[in-house]
């Protein structure tokens, strides 16, 4: 899977829904793709429309594994989170052991893409329910860079923020210690400004939330990577 | 580092004393290495000191990082366990972001080898440090390994019974999901039989103990490889 030219992801939520119109004008935006996540109560139903919608109109597709509901056969990237920074095996290891244990030999390895998560927002669903230990310096950002480079090789090393525009030096200490290992950033964009920012210091952001509260805003961010 | 034509490892334990002239008989065992390497309790003179002995006489010698005594500097080769069936993060990654967090720097990552281990004597002392869930099926153990091999895609997969000697048909599990992943086994060979039974299976088999109890019967467990 080629990642070197991708710069910048729109988030897409199963559980949220677009304007009127918005599927043709987010694949004409100049945007490299879409990630179809969400933490929690996802509905098989609403993945697989999303999907359906996105997946034929040339831009890749990634679905990030975070919810029973995503593993749905058929798309041609996967993503697989596992969070670095949590205090729990579950959110490192032991969903991934559950899911491999029981679809075995139907996951497609060579379409899957193994992101590790550094979630540094105290008050986000994510880093709750991954119970994430967010009390970092950052030198404890970079250490976990480090181990994703060097210890486990993982093609993504991802910052996320979750809903809030995170502090770039945080980012700047990951992206200090990566040389293979694609510096992912998400969380709070919402103005050309702030895509611009975190641009500079990784190599792709992700922007999600905005597109559900000022589209045309969630659009404009596009033109800070081209 | 070059893997593929080790078939045998002797384990030494810094802890532990070997009869006189061991040093040589070893070296001329036919092994194809060295893993220096314990659990708990390691003084660095005795580690330097076991170091010192092996690390000149032109075989390989693995320094396990399992006791921050066993960050010595100077070693060609480092091995990181990572305890993929612990239910505690701290042995999947935790105390591995401290010492990279600590040393940063002055690690000499090509240099390292992650070795995925999985512990299956629940009455190892290893097993009840780690927190290992050693309560797993043939199905368990095959995921780990799929882990190991698709995911983290470690150089490694250790499967650990760490004083008794284990059920092959654990370890044929395992093997049935690797490629390129390596499958080490470790844990009561005492006989040429056992060690012939184990490597039929592994890649790589590690004998420790039995150095410590019947050091001839020990020497002889080369030749189930040869």
Same mark, same amino acid.
């Given at each position: 899977?080629?990642?070197?030219?991708? /710069?910048? #992801?729109? $988030?897409?939520?199963? @559980?949220?829904?677009?304007?009127?119109?918005?599927?043709? /004008?987010?694949?004409?935006?100049?945007?490299? %793709?879409?990630?179809? %996540? %969400?933490?929690?109560?996802?509905?098989?139903?609403?993945?697989?429309?999303?999907?359906?919608?996105?997946?034929? /109109?040339?831009?890749?597709?990634?679905?990030?594994?975070?919810?029973?509901?995503?593993?749905?056969?058929?798309?041609?990237?996967?993503?697989? !989170?596992?969070?670095?920074? &949590?205090?729990?095996? $579950?959110?490192?290891?032991?969903?991934?052991?559950?899911?491999? $244990?029981?679809? %075995?030999?139907?996951? !497609?390895? !060579?379409?899957?893409?193994? *992101?590790?998560?550094?979630?540094?927002?105290?008050?986000?669903?994510?880093?709750? #329910? @991954?119970?994430?230990?967010?009390?970092? &310096? *950052? +030198?404890?950002?970079?250490?976990?860079?480090?181990?994703?480079?060097?210890? #486990?090789?993982? !093609?993504?090393?991802?910052?996320?923020?979750?809903?809030?525009?995170?502090? +770039?030096?945080?980012?700047?200490?990951?992206?200090?210690?990566?040389?293979?290992? $694609?510096?992912?950033?998400?969380?709070?964009?919402? &103005?050309?400004?702030?895509?611009? *920012?975190?641009?500079?210091?990784?190599?792709?952001?992700?922007?999600?939330?905005? #597109?559900?509260?000022?589209?045309?805003?969630?659009?404009?961010?596009?033109?800070?990577?081209?």
């Amino acid at each position: 899977m080629e990642l070197v030219h991708v /710069r910048h #992801l729109f $988030k897409l939520d199963p @559980a949220k829904c677009l304007p009127d119109g918005a599927v043709d /004008r987010l694949v004409r935006s100049g945007t490299d %793709g879409f990630i179809i %996540g %969400g933490s929690d109560g996802l509905q098989l139903d609403a993945v697989q429309g999303l999907f359906q919608d996105f997946a034929s /109109r040339g831009l890749p597709v990634f679905m990030e594994v975070s919810d029973e509901a995503m593993i749905m056969p058929g798309a041609s990237h996967y993503l697989i !989170p596992m969070v670095l920074n &949590t205090t729990d095996v $579950k959110w490192l290891l032991g969903a991934h052991h559950g899911i491999v $244990k029981q679809y %075995g030999d139907f996951i !497609p390895w !060579p379409h899957v893409l193994v *992101e590790g998560y550094c979630i540094l927002n105290p008050d986000a669903k994510a880093a709750q #329910l @991954a119970k994430a230990n967010t009390e970092l &310096t *950052e +030198s404890d950002v970079a250490a976990y860079a480090s181990i994703a480079e060097n210890m #486990l090789r993982l !093609p993504v090393f991802y910052v996320e923020y979750s809903g809030v525009f995170g502090d +770039s030096r945080m980012l700047q200490a990951a992206r200090d210690e990566l040389v293979n290992t $694609k510096l992912w950033y998400g969380g709070g964009i919402r &103005t050309v400004a702030q895509a611009r *920012e975190m641009s500079a210091i990784a190599g792709v952001i992700i922007v999600g939330n905005i #597109l559900y509260e000022d589209f045309e805003q969630a659009l404009e961010t596009v033109s800070a990577v081209r």
